[in-house]
T-cell receptor, first 113, second 114 residues
Framework: AQKITQTQPGMFVQEKEAVTLDCTYDTSDPSYGLFWYKQPSSGEMIFLIYQGSYDQQNATEGRYSLNFQKARKSANLVISASQLGDSAMYFCAMREEGGKLIFGQGTELSVKP | DAGVIQSPRHEVTEMGQEVTLRCKPISGHNSLFWYRQTMMRGLELLIYFNNNVPIDDSGMPEDRFSAKMPNASFSTLKIQPSEPRDSAVYFC????????????FGPGTRLLVL
C-alpha cells in the first residue's frame, strides 16, 4: 500500500509566484515525522523542512512552509517567491518507526522566467 | 562540517564484477542508512544501522548485496556479483538521534553495470 502519495508528477510556476506541492500520507502510528527534500539535476538530496506529528504549528524555513493538515493526512510544501534555482525534483517522506524514511514518487517543479 | 562523504561518485563496471561503495557519516551521527534510487522504483531503503549494528536489512534485494559498518566512521555496501539491473544511484544518509531525527544525505554513487 502506498504510504506517501505525491499526485503531481510535474508542476510549472512563474518566477516570483508561490507554488504548492501536494503530499498525502497514510499511517496508524500516533508519532511520526514528515520531511521534504529537494533533488536538483546535480543529483544530491537536500533537506528542506520537517514537521512532527505533534507539532501544533506549521513548520517554516525561509521561503519554505509546510501546510500540515493532520486530519486530512496531508503535508503540502509551499514555496513562496519562486526562483529559477527552485527548479528540481521534490520528495515528500515520512519517518516510520525505527527511523527509516518512506518516500513519495516526487514532483518535478519547473520555474519559468 | 564535511557532511556525508561517499565514494566513488561514479562507478562503471562489467556484469559479474564486485562493486564496493563507501560511506563516511557525519561525525556524531549514530544511525546510517543505505538507499537506492531508480526510475522504476524511486527511492528505497536497503539497510540501516544504529550504533554500527544492522537493524533492518529487509530492503536488501538478494544475497548478492551485503553491508557492513565496522566502526562509527565507515560503512560499505558491496554487490557481488553485480548485474545490469543493479544500475542505480546509491545514497548513504546519516542521522543523529534526538530532535527531528533528520537524515542528511551524501552526494550518492552513480553505478552503471554493463
Amino acid at each position: 500500500a502506498q504510504k506517501i502519495t505525491q499526485t503531481q508528477p510535474g508542476m510549472f510556476v512563474q518566477e516570483k509566484e508561490a507554488v504548492t506541492l501536494d503530499c498525502t500520507y497514510d499511517t496508524s502510528d500516533p508519532s511520526y515525522g514528515l520531511f521534504w527534500y529537494k533533488q536538483p539535476s546535480s543529483g544530491e538530496m537536500i533537506f528542506l523542512i520537517y514537521q512532527g506529528s505533534y507539532d501544533q504549528q506549521n513548520a517554516t524555513e525561509g521561503r519554505y512552509s509546510l501546510n500540515f493538515q493532520k486530519a486530512r493526512k496531508s503535508a503540502n510544501l509551499v514555496i513562496s517567491a519562486s526562483q529559477l534555482g527552485d527548479s528540481a525534483m521534490y520528495f515528500c517522506a515520512m519517518r516510520e518507526e525505527g527511523g527509516k524514511l518512506i518516500f513519495g514518487q516526487g514532483t518535478e517543479l519547473s520555474v519559468k522566467p | 562540517d564535511a557532511g556525508v562523504i561517499q565514494s566513488p561518485r561514479h562507478e562503471v563496471t562489467e556484469m559479474g564484477q564486485e562493486v564496493t561503495l563507501r560511506c563516511k557519516p557525519i561525525s556524531g551521527h549514530n544511525s546510517l542508512f543505505w538507499y537506492r534510487q531508480t526510475m522504476m522504483r524511486g527511492l528505497e531503503l536497503l539497510i540501516y544501522f544504529n550504533n554500527n549494528v544492522p537493524i533492518d536489512d529487509s530492503g536488501m534485494p538478494e544475497d548478492r548485496f551485503s553491508a557492513k559498518m565496522p566502526n562509527a566512521s565507515f560503512s560499505t555496501l558491496k554487490i557481488q556479483p553485480s548485474e545490469p539491473r543493479d544500475s542505480a544511484v546509491y545514497f548513504c544518509a546519516t542521522r543523529e538521534e534526538g530532535f527531528q531525527e533528520t537524515q542528511y544525505f551524501g552526494p550518492g554513487t552513480r553505478l552503471l553495470v554493463l
